[in-house]
């Protein structure tokens, strides 16, 4: 059975950080995964993806300079360090198998979805 699980959310004032989370297990984890958020009222953007060897990471323009990417591959885990964090960057964060095409992070065909965990920014 696949399961997602991400982690390491919380709330925090602007220009703070957090270092989200995210393992999988009962699924190959050899693909680009990424982070994926929602904010209440909004459509599912992409965030950030990263290939399966780690080497080349890809974001959104709106985090760019201020999120990173990372995984380790031994430990079926996904993780994002968000620095300078904005109110806007307020919703729930999701990690998932990912491409990215012409610019945009989407979710890809093997993608499976957690609960996700929620990042609130005050200001």
């Known amino acids: 059975q696949v399961q997602v699980e991400e982690s390491g959310g919380g709330s925090v004032q602007a220009g703070g950080s957090l270092r989200l989370s995210c393992t999988a297990s009962g699924l190959t984890f050899d693909t680009a995964m990424g982070w994926f958020r929602q904010a209440a009222g909004k459509e599912r953007e992409g965030v950030a993806c990263?290939?399966?060897?780690?080497?080349?990471?890809y974001y959104a323009d709106s985090v760019l300079g201020r999120f990173t990417i990372s995984r380790d591959n031994a430990k079926n885990a996904l993780y994002l360090q968000m620095n300078s964090l904005k109110p806007e960057d307020t919703a729930m964060y999701y990690c998932?198998?990912?491409?990215?095409?012409?610019?945009?992070?989407?979710?890809?065909?093997?993608?499976?979805w957690g609960q996700g965990t929620q990042v609130t920014v005050s200001s």
């Open positions: 998932a198998a990912c491409v990215s095409v012409a610019g945009l992070i989407l979710p890809s065909s093997v993608a499976r």
């Open positions: 990263i290939t399966w060897s780690g080497d080349t990471p």
